[in-house]
């Protein structure tokens, strides 16, 4: 049996800058970067105008790839309360944003992107950067961070969670026919 593509739309939640990342692969393959970018907003404007944009942004950046699902990252917590607060924020316009398009979201832990693109959860940034940018076979790393992290969820949904949505609906399947 062929394992179809699967595009995906990796997001690093961020108010101030949230890391955008489509890729397309199959679990266990090189994958291919379709795009990325890094949505930003002002950190002087009023909160409810910065988490429009990011909807909108995320909206229209899903009509144009037509993912068929979006990993967002997990927020955890940080010791500065207000970072972790506009990180949640975003993390929530993302998956709502997906879901408003009808796709399924999965979220991951930092920890959990790094060991699935460095083979070590405890990967710095720059280790993620390097094998983002190896793993896409890309001429130069993507920049800022927030966008390589963004592409290394990608990466991590496809690899890793392509292989639960089809292990969950071969056990769907299996209980529709009893």
């Not at 692969?25 to 944009?53: E, F, K, N, Q, W």
Request: glycine share 8%; charged share 25%.
């Amino acid at each position: 049996m062929q394992v179809r593509q699967r595009r995906v739309l990796g997001v690093d939640p961020g108010l101030t800058r949230c890391g955008v990342g489509v890729v397309e692969g199959v679990p266990g393959r090189p994958c291919v970067m379709i795009d990325y970018t890094v949505i930003g907003s002002d950190p002087d404007a009023d909160l409810a105008d910065r988490l429009l944009h990011l909807d909108r942004s995320l909206a229209e950046l899903i009509a144009r790839h037509q993912p068929e699902s979006v990993a967002v990252e997990r927020v955890f917590s940080q010791h500065n309360v207000r970072t972790v607060m506009g990180t949640a924020q975003a993390a929530a316009v993302a998956v709502l944003a997906a879901a408003r398009a009808g796709l399924p979201v999965r979220t991951y832990t930092p920890s959990e992107v790094k060991a699935a693109v460095t083979g070590s959860g405890q990967a710095d940034k720059k280790q993620v950067t390097t094998m983002v940018t190896r793993l896409l076979r890309l001429d130069a790393p993507p920049r800022p961070a927030d966008a390589a992290d963004a592409l290394a969820l990608a990466i991590c949904h496809i690899w890793r969670g392509g292989t639960r949505d089809r292990l969950s609906e071969a056990i769907r399947t299996a209980k529709g026919r009893q």
